[in-house]
C-alpha cells in the first residue's frame, strides 16, 4: 500500500468517526437532553376532516334536477402585486366595484386581502385569465339547479353552510349531505395513519318526469294569468300507488339565488305547507261516507227546502235554490250544501268525524317532503269545536286543509277505497345500495263498492253541470270547489278558491288532478276557472303519458280477453 493510499484510508476514517461522533451527539441529545420534549410533540395530533360530496338529485329518467358546483372566492396578498394600477382597473370592470375600493385593497399594508366572498364561475374565468400576479380564486362549495326554477317547492334548497332548507333537499338532508370522516392523526412518522374516507351523499331518483312537471307549471301559468288569480297550485298523482307525477306551485322562486327572496313566505311549498278551506270538493268525502256507513243508497232521497238550521248556523245552497226532493247523484251534480249538510248530521257528529279521519285528515301524509302541516280539523269535545261544523264541514267549510291532503282523500274513490301514501322519491342511490320505495296503504276509509258508486255520481256530475272538465275520448269523474276565504274570522264576499278535482279514465283511473286557483277575478266558480284547466292539462298529460282513449282501451281489453 503507497503512502498516498494509506493517506486517504485516514481521512476516510477520521471521517466516518467524525460522522459517528455526530450521529450519536444528536441521539443523545433527542434522547436523554430533549427527550421529555421530543416525546411531548411525538404525542401531539392534528384533525384531519374529509368532506362528502352531496348526491344528485335525478327525475325519473335520469335528467339532473339537482348537483353540485362551486361558487369562488377571490382574494388578494398585495405584497405581491407588481402592477397594483392595471390590476386594479381590470378587477373593478369584472367585479363591479368602484376602482379606488380596488385598489385600496391591493395596496394595503397587509399579506392578505378578501375582495369578493362569492362570484359567479364565468366571474371567476375572467379573473384567473388576468396576466397579473398577487390574485387568488378558490372554489366554495354550492348547489346547482340545472333546470332553474323548475321544481322550485319541490326541490327546495341548500344553504351556504351545506344544509338543506327546504323541500326534498330538506327531508333527506341526512341522505344528501352524506357523512363526513374525520380522525386524529399523529405527526410522528412511526405511527401508522389511518385512512380517512367519508360517505359520500345518496342520489334521489323521483317519480317526476321534469317534461310532465314543465307542461303542469306552463299551464299553472297560463290559468293565473288567463283567470287573473294570485296564486296557485296543481298536483299530479297515480292514485293507484301515491307516486306524485307533477307538483307545481306559483309564484315560485330561483332555487340557486334562495337568498334574494323579499318574502320568506314563497319558500314554503303551498302544496303541503299552506291551507285552505276547500269548499264543495269536500262533499265527494261526505258523500263516501255516508254511503260507506249505510246512512244512504246511490237511490236513496231527501227533501231540501234550501235552508237547514244546525248549532245556530243557517247552511243555505250555494244558488239559493230550494229543489225539493233530490236524490243522492243530484245532490252531488248540483253540489248542493243543504244535501252535505243534511247527510252529515243523519250519520252523526261520531261517525261522520270517524270517517274524516279515516281520510287522513286533521294529520300529515307523511310525504318525504319538508315542513308538512296537518290541515286543522278540530274534532267533538275539543274546546274548537261547534255543533255547526257537523253542517260546515260536510261541504268544505270550518275545516282546512292540505292540497296534498286533498287529492290524497279524494284518490282513494278511485283506487277501490284504499288511500296510498303520497311520495316523492322512487329510489335513493347510496355506496351501500339501492333502497326502492314500495308503495304503502294509509287506510281503507271505505269499501271497494262505495268508492264505485261515489265514482259513478262523480262522472254524472261531470257530464251532467261540469261541461267545462270533460275531455274527448276520456270519461272523467271529478267535483268542482268554490271556496269562501276567511280573513280575521269573516268571510271575504270578494274572494273566492276555485278548484276542481278529477281522476280517470274513470273506470280505470291511471290519473287523479287537483287544481286550485286562489283569488280568481275572471270568475268566483271552480267550475269556470279551475275545471276548463283542468280539461287542459288533462287532454295534454293522457298523451304525455300514454294513456289510451277509452274505446282503444277498452277494445284492447276486449281482445286481451279473447286471447287476441
Known sequence: MTNSQIRRLWVVLIGLMFAAVIIVGRLFAFQILQGEEWAQRAGNEFYVVAQPNRGNIYDRNGAVLAANGADYQVSVSPNMVLEPLELSMSLASILQRPQYEVLAALQANT??????????????????????????????????????????????????????????????????????????????????????????????????????????????????????????????????????????????????????????????????????????????????????????????????????????????????????????????????????????????????????????????????????????????????????????????????????????????LANNGYLMQPYLVQEVRSAQGTYVHQPMVLSRPISEETAHQVTAMAVTAVAREVYEAQIEGYTVAGKTGTAQIAENGVYLTNATIGSFIGWLPADAPELIIFVKLDRPTASPWGSLTAAPLFAELASELVVLLNIPPDSVRLQADVLAARGQ
Open 111 to 412: 399579506p392578505y386581502m378578501m375582495l369578493a366572498g362569492r362570484v359567479s364561475p364565468e366571474m371567476a374565468d375572467l379573473i384567473l385569465a388576468l396576466p397579473y400576479e398577487g390574485v387568488q380564486v378558490d372554489p366554495l362549495p354550492r348547489r346547482f339547479y340545472p333546470q332553474g326554477k323548475l321544481m322550485c317547492h319541490e326541490l327546495g334548497y341548500v344553504d351556504f353552510d351545506g344544509n338543506g332548507g327546504s323541500g326534498l333537499e330538506g327531508y333527506y338532508q341526512t341522505e344528501l349531505a352524506g357523512e363526513a370522516a374525520s380522525a386524529r392523526v399523529n405527526i410522528s412518522p412511526l405511527t401508522v395513519q389511518e385512512s380517512v374516507i367519508a360517505r359520500e351523499g345518496a342520489d334521489l331518483v323521483l317519480t317526476i318526469d321534469r317534461t310532465v312537471q314543465y307542461v303542469v307549471e306552463q299551464y299553472l301559468a297560463r290559468g293565473l294569468q288567463q283567470y287573473g288569480a294570485r296564486s296557485g297550485t296543481i298536483i299530479v298523482m297515480d292514485p293507484r300507488t301515491g307516486a306524485i307525477l307533477a307538483m307545481a306551485n306559483l309564484p315560485c322562486y330561483e332555487p340557486y339565488t334562495f337568498f334574494d327572496v323579499s318574502d320568506e313566505s314563497v319558500l314554503l311549498n303551498p302544496a303541503v305547507s299552506k291551507q285552505h278551506e276547500p269548499g264543495s270538493v269536500m262533499k265527494l268525502v261526505t258523500m263516501a261516507a255516508a254511503l260507506d256507513a249505510g246512512v244512504v243508497t246511490p237511490h236513496s232521497t231527501y227533501y231540501d227546502a234550501g235552508v237547514l238550521e244546525v248549532g245556530g248556523h243557517r247552511t243555505v245552497n250555494w244558488d239559493r235554490s230550494a229543489p225539493g226532493t233530490v236524490d243522492m247523484t243530484t245532490l252531488l251534480s248540483r253540489s248542493l250544501n243543504v244535501g252535505a249538510a243534511t247527510l252529515a248530521v243523519w250519520m252523526g257528529a261520531d261517525t261522520y268525524y270517524d270517517y274524516l279521519q279515516r281520510f287522513n285528515f286533521g294529520r300529515p301524509t307523511g310525504i318525504d317532503l319538508m315542513a308538512e302541516m296537518a290541515g286543522t280539523m278540530p274534532l267533538p269535545g275539543s274546546e274548537f269545536w261547534a255543533e255547526s261544523f257537523l253542517a260546515t264541514n260536510a261541504y268544505g267549510q270550518g275545516l282546512a286543509v292540505t292540497p296534498l291532503q286533498m287529492i290524497s282523500a279524494v284518490s282513494a
